[in-house]
């Protein structure tokens, strides 16, 4: 069978989309593969998407060698992906509890997702991964820059009205302001390079499902497809550090609240440090203190929020680890999974002593709020990877907006969103058979497709974003040759128009033909 092809191919397809997904669990634990199945069915993941590693190792063990990275993780996973219908599509990797938290590097370690996370990116034609960190009179430091942080020397940090130490360290959201238009959405095969680390096709998005337990893991599942049912309505919160390191975001937070505000959103400046905050409920929460817990459980967060705290050992492997009721056992600083049991839909943390640099700018909360995805918002905030950073969450929670809408029409497939639509694609056993402006024409034949559209970009504030917000439909459908009610005339069969203004999208030399649709099953999330 075949389709009437609107547009040229391509291996790369922007708009996080359950095709990109591949799912990492352990086979040690004996939950894992339960969470990995609940993500899946509630993402429409193929079964060919979950990926079984950590054969041997034991279930949420803090720290694990380079060998045992190698033989017990990156082997199955290469595998994995190298048996994707198109491993080019993969973009975004989702670990599921009960995996590792560390890697032991030649010097020092890195969290787990972020050696994943740069899969085979070379600094001077040797793989990134494997090798030690920097250091400087004994102390560790993040070297690796991302290819596609959005944030330069383009700030003013007379924006800035907080007046913290270490405001020039995050600066982002000043640069991203003046941006006439941001970036596109995620693609690793055109992540580039920064420096002399070459990432492209070597990037990947990447993110947890975790907590105190697995409970908490498959509720952040529950809470990303709550929180698109319904955009959900809270305050965009920033609070004052409670010391000068920790309060390294605050300026940048503050005019991140400011922005959101000017775009419609309800920005929240909390100006001084409150370590029992209460009353408010929240769709982002930021702030930096060693000592959070009375400012998590005080707080309602909202399907979707997001909460990061700007300290040192939020995601410490032991964070993660309960003795009974107690949660967590012996705690280092202020676990991150208490953001998760207290009703959080996504998080950030460190596995090891980072320096205050590396976490994710405020700008996160413009993208996010923007439309962008979890996963995609983090990423273009993150200034350095193959470091300590670890987050939770699904990444293609887009809580903010709108996901655009596929249906089947009497003449094709189509797909409509209030932005428009970029791009319709059709997925044939994980695979684009057919990708252009919607709609698309079907030849006669019976289908089993997964359809995804990409929305168009929308002015905000003055700036065009381009998140290219998904949806999508899984459709078995057949296109039947149209009765011509056989009177006898054998004259020829009018050609198809194509779609208004496309050249090229007609189905040349095709009899024409009606759709009949038999719809077996259509959702979408």
């Keep these: 069978m075949s389709l009437l092809l609107l547009q040229t191919l391509s291996n790369a397809h922007a708009g996080l989309a359950p095709p990109d997904v591949l799912v990492l669990y352990s086979t040690e634990d004996p939950e894992a593969l339960g969470t990995a199945e609940a993500y899946a069915a509630a993402r429409d993941l193929r079964p060919d998407q979950l990926c079984a ?272 009721d107690v949660c967590p056992a012996s705690e280092v600083q202020t676990s991150i999974a208490r953001f998760v049991r207290a009703g959080a839909t996504g998080t950030q943390g460190t596995v090891a002593e980072p320096l205050n640099n590396v976490f994710p700018h405020a700008s996160l909360m413009l993208f996010y709020a923007s439309g962008y995805s979890l996963g995609e918002s983090m990423l273009y905030s993150q200034p350095y990877l193959y470091w300590q950073n670890l987050l939770i969450g699904d990444p293609l929670v887009v809580p903010f907006v709108e996901r655009p809408v596929v249906t089947a029409t009497s003449d094709g497939v189509d797909a409509t969103h209030p932005s428009g639509i970029a791009r319709l694609s059709l997925y044939e056993d994980g695979v684009v058979i057919a990708e252009g402006a919607p709609p698309l024409v079907l030849e006669p034949g019976t289908y089993e497709l997964f359809a995804v559209a990409r929305s168009g970009a929308v002015e905000v504030n003055g700036v065009l974003t381009q998140p290219e917000v998904t949806g999508w439909a899984s459709l078995e459908l057949t296109v039947e040759v149209p009765d011509t009610g056989d009177s006898g005339d054998t004259g020829s069969v009018p050609e198809p128009k194509g779609p208004e203004g496309c050249s090229g999208c007609g189905a040349g030399g095709l009899a024409w033909t009606w759709l009949a649709l038999l719809p077996l099953l259509w959702r979408r999330r």
């Design 53 to 324: 590693v950590g054969q041997g190792l034991e279930p949420v063990v803090a720290s694990i060698s380079w060998d045992d990275f190698e033989t017990a993780i990156r082997e199955p996973f290469e595998a994995c992906l190298d048996a994707q219908p198109d491993p080019a599509e993969i973009d975004a990797l989702v670990l599921v509890r009960g995996l590792p938290y560390r890697v032991e590097l030649p010097a020092y370690v890195a969290s787990l997702d972020a050696v994943l996370q740069v899969h085979h990116a070379t600094i001077q034609g040797e793989d990134l991964a494997g090798s030690g960190q920097a250091d400087y009179n004994g102390t560790h430091y993040a070297t690796a820059g991302n290819p596609v942080f959005v944030g330069d020397d383009a700030y003013d940090l007379g924006d800035f009205e907080v007046g913290r130490s270490y405001r020039e360290l995050y600066t982002a959201t000043s640069s991203l302001s003046r941006l006439e238009e941001w970036p596109a959405s995620f693609d690793r095969n055109k992540a580039g390079r920064s420096g002399s680390i070459r990432y492209s096709e070597n990037l990947f998005i990447v993110s947890r499902l975790d907590g105190f337990d697995h409970a908490d893991a498959r509720a952040l599942i529950d809470r990303a497809l709550a929180a698109e049912e319904q955009p959900p309505q809270a305050e965009l919160l920033c609070m004052y550090g409670a010391d000068e390191a920790r309060g390294a975001r605050d300026d940048e937070c503050e005019l991140a609240t400011r922005w959101l505000t000017e775009a419609g959103h309800d920005g929240e400046w909390v100006a001084e440090w409150d370590a029992a905050l209460s009353d408010h409920e929240v769709l982002l929460y930021l702030t930096g203190a060693a000592d959070l817990t009375g400012a998590i459980d005080g707080l309602t967060y909202a399907p979707g929020a997001f909460a990061d705290n700007l300290t040192s050992h939020g995601a410490h492997p032991q964070n993660f680890v309960c003795e009974g």
